[in-house]
């Protein structure tokens, strides 16, 4: 219980210099540039209709009709209270690979439990410090803030680094543009061996 406490400090003072770092390089870099209204529709085609980025980036509800995104947490990520003890971490067993939490932003498997991001434009929490650049190096590399931590499964960037900088740069333009939502998105767990 401490341990996961002392963890979750860590996480937030972590989210907070990344958010303060990313203000201070948004002010040099070409955060401040201005996107027209087709760079911006253009960038919600290609993350709604291309990426499916909603399938694993909001949170899901229970419908009559099955799990349906909760448009009103829309791109927020997984939710920082989160339950996911019952996830399995690290080797399956059986025919499994992977898991799913019920809002559909929980993965866990051999890798351990990988949380989806906050893409919302929030800037203490989401993406709202980040510059173009960044967010075109962290689908590129596979890697957070484009040079941190690995990107982990289920996100497809393997494939979505082949897309042009211009998408990139469109879908960018489109994250930035939509309503920002303050969500501390859980760490990683690392697998159990």
């Known amino acids: 219980m401490l341990a996961t406490k002392c963890a979750m400090a860590m996480l937030v003072a972590v989210v907070l210099l990344f958010a303060v770092i ?27 209709a291309v990426g499916a980025c909603n399938d694993c980036h909001t949170p899901h509800v229970m419908t009559p009709q099955g799990p349906a995104p909760d ?16 996830l399995p971490v690290g080797n ?10 019920a809002d559909m932003t929980a993965w866990g498997g051999p890798w351990g439990v990988s949380f989806s991001a906050n893409l919302s434009p929030d800037s203490a929490t989401g993406i709202g410090s980040w510059t173009e650049s960044m967010f075109i190096a962290a ?38 543009s939509i309503k920002p939502v303050k969500n501390v998105v859980p760490a990683p767990i690392p697998p159990k061996h």
Request: aromatic share 10%.
């Open 71 to 86: 448009m009103s947490r829309m791109l927020s990520g997984a939710p920082e209270n989160e339950m996911v003890a019952d």
């Open 22 to 48: 990313g203000a201070t390089n948004k002010s040099k870099n070409s955060a401040t540039k201005k996107y027209s209204a087709a760079e911006i529709k253009r960038g919600g085609y290609i993350i709604n």
């Open 139 to 176: 689908i590129r590399n596979g890697k957070y803030w484009g040079s941190g931590r690995d990107l982990l499964p289920p996100m497809p960037w393997q494939t979505y680094r082949n897309m042009s900088d211009n998408d990139l740069g469109e879908m960018f333009a489109y994250l930035q």
């Open 92 to 101: 399956t067993s059986g025919s499994w690979m992977a898991a799913v939490s």
